[in-house]
């Protein structure tokens, strides 16, 4: 069962309400993709702290549905 | 209650300075994301232990359960969780990995 873009991001941005993502499939098969998100969340935390606030926000899919997300993130 | 999943990874990444959970081996990776991480930490020149988490059901989810971290593969260095992929990546190119390393006393051949 594989995630859509559009899912990806409605998740992330109700988590960041603030969050701008880019979001592009690595593979075209639904559950390989690359994500940049930029939010103020993101402030002070180190890398893996910000990618940890992406991946809660994805509910427990990431590892699962979600096979890969390659993630670029970063405070305004 | 502790748990003696949590204990044995403790005891692997504090008996090795530098760990590295995968899918697959260092030789015979079996993963894309893996087999980047095995090629960075080849060419930074730092000696690695590999855990092949495909033979080890327990600690595939353990390792997951114990940093915070969905995914494998996840690095370890002198007993602290570095990241996984994509952020070891972004550490190369930006030549902290290296940094890092030396910051840890870690010995480097590159």
Known sequence: MAMQQADIEALIKAAMPDAQVTITALVDDGDHYSATVVSEAFRGKSRVQQHQLVYASLRGRMGGELHALALQTSAP | ?110
Do not use: H
């Open chain 2, 1 to 110: 209650m502790t748990n003696p999943v949590f204990e044995r990874i403790e005891g692997e990444i504090n008996a090795n300075p530098v760990v590295l959970y995968m899918k697959g081996t260092p030789v015979f990776p079996q993963c894309g994301f893996s087999a980047r991480v095995v090629q960075i930490l080849s060419a930074v020149g730092v000696p690695f232990k590999g855990v092949n988490v495909l033979e080890d059901g327990e600690i595939r989810e353990g390792i997951k359960a114990y940093a915070n971290w969905p995914t494998i593969p996840q690095l370890y260095v002198k007993g602290e969780f570095v990241g996984g992929c994509d952020i070891i990546m972004e550490m190369f190119q930006a030549g902290e990995l290296q940094e890092l390393m030396k910051e840890k006393g870690v010995p480097v051949s590159a």
